[in-house]
């Protein structure tokens, strides 16, 4: 592998520094892959530099849950049990920081039974949500990743192990502005004060709705909630005012539709993975704000099923603005992993809403959070829609409109 030592370390520094803002005193809950244990051990020192109180490390095995489907019953894999609620407990209790290092191998579990899949992930999800809801707004959390073979094979079909891995470190640190001879803290600094601008822009203008149109087939209208904000970049932690960064990469702007206000037709324009499967080729149309039919030419099965997890599940919970020319779309490849494929284009997600873009949402109950428009699902799935011709109109409440979007990018 031919990255270099200079840059793994800069890249655990802008993980620790700029995107979990780790403060001194708080503990840290590493999410990483037991392949990665080499650059675990470079993002725990650098937790520890910077002031972490503890560092726990959750280890992830894909082959273990892939093997674990395949063998045990649903049953036992739905049930949570005694010391993993407490571990939940725990973590509402020391509200740590989160850092999750994904390196999953798309295909991981391929041949697992997808509707068993989907009911462990149901049931397990039911049990862990209250704890989820009580840390939500008040920790700080990132999502980074770093290339597994697999994942890269998976990209890079034709290329040997090697040039896979390298191929998709390179497009990575293209991605998180990781370079030999820059600052990354200073590139990102300059991102997300552009990010921030134009939200700033998007929350003056005020608009009631958005209108969507591609000359791919879709024609699609979202009510937008009166006085919720657009967000994007980062994130503050509303217990110490740390800022930090959720996702690396980032380039979307983002904010929660008012659930079950919405009409017309949404065409995907890149491939969804979802439970290490493919939909592909797919639209979904909405009326009275559900998803009311969906056509995909590869996975229809699946894309049904996702949208009939729960009530919340055919609803929107997300619509985002990404310009084409953001670095992901211009790697030019799937990356088969939502944390990049969301941030190529403009998407929206199917299912839970972010109850932050609410006034003082962050003191909010989720119960309240829906009274005012907020979407409420165990699932939240990103599909992409950002065609390159695609243009989006705002609509201000007296129905004069702007111009949003025009050809895929900021109009
Ligand atoms: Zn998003």
Redesign the pocket.
């Known amino acids: 592998m031919s990255i270099s030592q200079k840059l793994l370390q800069k890249y655990a520094e802008l993980i620790v520094r700029t995107g979990a803002n780790v403060q001194p005193g708080q503990v840290v809950q590493l999410a990483v892959s037991v392949e990665q244990h080499d650059f675990a051990a470079l993002v725990m020192e650098e937790c520890y530099k910077a002031g972490a109180k503890k560092v726990n490390v959750d280890w992830i095995f894909d082959i273990q849950s892939r093997l674990n489907y395949l063998y045990a019953e649903q049953e036992t894999l739905a049930t949570v049990l005694p010391w993993e609620e407490e571990k939940m407990k725990q973590m509402v209790e020391d509200l740590p920081v989160r850092i999750f290092i994904s390196s999953e191998d798309p295909d991981a579990m391929n041949g697992v039974d997808p509707q068993k899949l989907s009911a462990v992930m149901q049931r397990r999800a039911a049990v862990m949500k209250p704890y989820r809801n009580a840390v939500d707004g008040k920790h700080q959390w990132v999502i980074a990743a770093y290339p597994s073979v697999k994942w890269a094979k998976k990209c890079f079909p034709e290329a040997s192990d090697a040039e896979a891995v390298d191929q998709l470190w390179e497009a990575i640190l293209r991605t998180v502005r990781v370079q030999e001879d820059n600052d990354p803290v200073v590139a990102w600094k300059a991102h997300t004060d552009f990010i921030e601008k134009k939200a700033a822009w998007l929350n003056e203008q005020g608009f009631s709705a958005l209108r969507y149109k591609s000359a791919n087939g879709t024609d699609f209208t979202v009510d937008l909630i009166p006085g919720a904000k657009w967000e994007g970049a980062g994130a503050t932690n509303s217990v110490n005012g740390a800022f930090y960064i959720p996702n690396m990469p980032t380039e979307?702007i983002?904010t929660s539709p008012i659930a079950g206000k919405c009409e017309g037709t949404l065409v995907a324009v890149k491939p969804l993975s979802w439970n290490s499967q493919l939909i592909e080729d797919f639209s979904i149309t909405f009326e009275h704000g559900k998803a009311v039919s969906c056509r995909a030419a590869k996975g229809q099965e699946l894309l049904e099923r996702m949208i009939h997890m729960d009530e919340g599940a055919s609803m929107l919970g997300?619509v985002?603005l990404v310009p084409k020319e953001s670095p992901v779309n211009q790697c030019g490849f799937l990356f088969y992993e939502t944390l990049f494929d969301?941030n190529a284009c403009c998407?929206c997600?199917l299912g839970m809403g972010f109850k932050e873009v609410l006034p003082d949402g962050d003191d909010l109950t989720m119960e309240q959070a829906q009274e005012m428009g907020i979407n409420d699902s165990i699932i939240h799935v990103?599909f992409m829609i950002g065609a390159d011709d695609l243009s989006i109109d705002g609509v201000r409440p007296d129905g004069t409109t702007e111009p949003v979007f025009r050809n895929g990018t900021w109009a």
């Open positions: 979307e983002f997300e985002a969301e998407h997600a990103d």
